[in-house]
C-alpha cells in the first residue's frame, strides 16, 4: 500500500530525444505526486509536482502526464540535454506527510 | 536561509561505535524528515517528525536506530552500536506542511568498517 514502483532502472537517451519515467502507485489515499532530480554528491531536489486533479503539467521541458484511474504518473522530458542527467525519483504522499519515493531512475543523456 | 544543513558531510568510524548525525532544518519549516539511500533500495524513509513530535518511525530498522528533535531549529540520528550494513547516505529533509516542496540537505556519507 505505501510502496511506489519506477521503472526504468536506467535510461540512455541521446541530445535531444525524449526521457520517459514511468511510476505506479497503490495507496489512493495519496494526493501528491512529485518528480525530484539528484546529481552526484547532492541531495535530492524537487523538479515538478502535480496533485490528481489535473491529468497534465508542464514546466518548460518537463512534463508529469497522470491516469488516476490506473494509478500511474510519468515523467516526460523533452529535448533532453546532457545536463538532465542524473537520478530522478518519483514520489507520493498524503496531505504533504510522509513522502514515499520510488527506487530512482538514472538518466544518461549523451551528445 | 541556507538551506537544510547537515553535519557532518563524511564519517567513517569502526564497527561498534556510536554515530551521530545532525541537521538543522530550514527556519520555520515545521515537519522534517531523515532518509537513508542506498544503491540497493534506493531512498528509504527512517522517521518524520511533525512540530517537533515524531509521528512515524516504523522505517528505523532496529533499535540501536534513534532520532530526536529537540526543538524547532536541530534534529539527531543516532546509530549505537554501528554496524557495516549501515554505511549509507543519510538525508534530513525539511517542508512547510501543506507546501509540499520538501527541501533535503547534502546528506551524510557514513561508512562503518
Known amino acids: 500500500q505505501q510502496q511506489v514502483k519506477q521503472s526504468p532502472q536506467s535510461l540512455i537517451v541521446q541530445k535531444g530525444g525524449i526521457s520517459i519515467i514511468n511510476c505506479a502507485y497503490e495507496?489512493?489515499?495519496?494526493?501528491?505526486f512529485p518528480w525530484y532530480q539528484q546529481f552526484p554528491g547532492k541531495g535530492p531536489a524537487l523538479l515538478i509536482a502535480?496533485?490528481?486533479?489535473?491529468s497534465e503539467k508542464k514546466e518548460g521541458r518537463f512534463t508529469i502526464s497522470f491516469n488516476k484511474s490506473a494509478k500511474q504518473f510519468s515523467l516526460h522530458i523533452m529535448d533532453s540535454q546532457p545536463g538532465d542527467s542524473a537520478t530522478y525519483f518519483c514520489?507520493?504522499?498524503?496531505?504533504?506527510?510522509?513522502?514515499?519515493f520510488g527506487t530512482g531512475t538514472r538518466l544518461q543523456v549523451f551528445p | 536561509d541556507a538551506g537544510v544543513i547537515q553535519s557532518p558531510r563524511h564519517e567513517v568510524t569502526e564497527m561498534g561505535q556510536e554515530v551521530t548525525l545532525r541537521c538543522k532544518p530550514i527556519?520555520?519549516?515545521?515537519?522534517l524528515f531523515w532518509y537513508r539511500q542506498t544503491m540497493m533500495r534506493g531512498l528509504e524513509l527512517l522517521i518524520y517528525?511533525?512540530?517537533?513530535?515524531?509521528?512515524?518511525d516504523s522505517g528505523m530498522p532496529e533499535d540501536r536506530f534513534s532520532a530526536k528533535m529537540p526543538n524547532a531549529s536541530f534534529s539527531t540520528l543516532k546509530i549505537q552500536p554501528s554496524e557495516p550494513r549501515d554505511s549509507a547516505v543519510y538525508f534530513c529533509?525539511?517542508?512547510?506542511?501543506?507546501?509540499?516542496?520538501?527541501?533535503f540537505g547534502q546528506g551524510t556519507r557514513l561508512t562503518v568498517v
Open positions: 514520489a507520493a504522499s498524503r496531505n504533504t506527510d510522509k513522502l514515499i
Open positions: 495507496n489512493t489515499a495519496f494526493d501528491y
Open positions: 502535480i496533485r490528481p486533479d489535473v
Open positions: 527556519s520555520g519549516h515545521n515537519s
Open positions: 517528525f511533525n512540530n517537533n513530535v515524531p509521528i512515524d
Open positions: 529533509a525539511s517542508l512547510l506542511r501543506g507546501q509540499g516542496e520538501a527541501f
